[in-house]
């Protein structure tokens, strides 16, 4: 037990450094896009927020991913092992390719896809999933909507009253701060969800003994993986999808932090990626369509897709080896 004990923490460490750089550009990808902050300084400030609510917050998201989708006796510890060996490989391989997905599709597919092969269709419970599917769906609309309401309303009202450069300028400055303050609150968000992402089988695989012990332990992946590897997905979100500055960052950010926490509060393991990219689209489209850059969002919404059914059948494949193996 000892020694499957600490290749699952292994598995699960590898996985929280995975998607804490997948998922960092959620958090501070905006501030450094318009220009808010340095990259350096983002991911120290993303890594500091992510840890405290992967450390206090996500309890509910755990569960969901950990004990919500499987009927009980299906997810063994050999289970969880092939589940996030899956979803982490996966990562990783979008990761060399600078793609930001969802951690959290990936952790899902893969325990669904798990579940399949491991006990078949009856031991899964699928009005969990489907509401896990419909929050995947809504929360990259809500976040479009909200981007788009939020900085049609402040541009209109306010950004295009003013007048002179200068003074433009120095609005821009204070909406920086916004902007810093807003990335804060969406890494505190984040954080909790990449956590149970990342070792929310593991912890019910191995009963609520692990306690505290594996969520510092994943905490930590997760900001090791931030401050070594996350400035390759931030440059994506941050500069790719269309062209920000402050006002327009913050109203993204904060957008996208709202709704992630609302979801994040009814324990659903939704993807902070898709909810931010929506929201950036969503301040795209209120300057004006032609400022959203299409061949980006293609790219990115082409590996949202393609996720669910490669860890789907990344884990149902891992789980036939295994047990070839075995046997």
Not at 258 to 268: E, H, K, P
Request: with cysteine.
């Amino acid at each position: 037990m000892n020694w499957l004990l600490v290749i699952g923490v292994a598995i699960s460490f590898y996985m929280a450094f995975n998607i804490g750089a997948n998922d960092i550009g959620n958090s501070i990808g905006t501030a450094v896009g318009s220009g808010a902050l340095k990259m350096r300084a983002a991911l120290i400030l993303g890594a500091v927020f992510i840890f405290i609510g992967a450390i206090f917050l996500g309890s509910n998201v755990t569960k969901t991913i950990g004990n919500g989708i499987l009927a009980p006796g299906v997810l063994t510890t050999v289970g969880a092992f092939i589940i996030i060996l899956a979803a982490a490989t996966w990562i990783s391989f979008t990761l060399l390719r600078k793609i930001p997905i969802s951690g959290s599709d990936a952790i899902v597919s893969a325990v669904f896809g798990y579940g399949l092969a491991a006990a078949g269709p009856a031991f899964i419970h699928f009005n969990i999933m489907g509401f896990i599917v419909l929050s995947w769906i809504l929360s990259p609309i809500i976040g479009l909507a909200s981007g788009f309401g939020l900085y049609f309303l402040l541009r209109r009202e306010f950004i295009q009253n003013i007048k002179t450069a200068g003074l433009k300028d120095r609005i821009e400055k204070i909406f920086g701060y916004f902007q810093i303050g807003s990335s804060g609150f969406a890494a505190l968000n984040v954080g909790a969800i990449d956590i149970a992402a990342s070792t929310g089988v593991i912890y019910y695989a191995f009963g609520a003994g692990l306690g505290t012990d594996i969520k510092l332990i994943g905490a930590i992946g997760l900001v090791l993986g931030i401050l070594l590897v996350g400035g390759r997905i931030t440059g994506t979100i941050g500069r790719r999808i269309t062209e920000l500055v402050p006002s327009r960052g913050f109203s993204a950010q904060i957008s996208m932090a709202s709704v992630v926490y609302i979801f994040a509060l009814f324990g659903m393991p939704i993807s902070p990626t898709q909810t931010l990219v929506g929201s950036v689209i969503g301040v795209g489209i209120a300057r004006g369509t032609d400022t959203v850059k299409m061949d980006a969002i293609k790219h990115i919404a082409t590996t949202w897709v393609v996720t669910i059914p490669a860890c789907i059948a990344l884990s149902a494949g891992m789980y036939y080896l295994f047990s070839f193996l075995i046997s």
